[in-house]
């Protein structure tokens, strides 16, 4: 299957601290995904795979976390399209 990209995992270590312990690994990965895309370091897309979720239902989680998952960028996309769709 040439051109596909092949899927690999990325190993994060952290400090063996007691107060980590409580952490599952979705938890972490989770919180992670959703820190990467408030920053805007990461797409929603790529987000949601780090959390291992489909898109909605990562969504709803950003929704849950009041983290925006309209941007400024998209707002401006939609108003133009609209303008075409129904010039006045």
Known sequence: MAGLPLQSNMIITLPDD?????????????????????A??????VAARMAGMERLAFDEELYQR???????EMLEEDIATLSKLFPR
Do not use: N, Q
């Open 18 to 38: 007691p107060a980590l312990a409580e952490f599952a690994e979705s938890d972490i990965r989770m919180d992670l995904a959703c820190a990467l895309y408030a």
């Open 66 to 72: 009041r983290i925006s998952s309209y941007t400024e």
């Open 40 to 45: 805007g370091r990461i797409s929603r897309s």
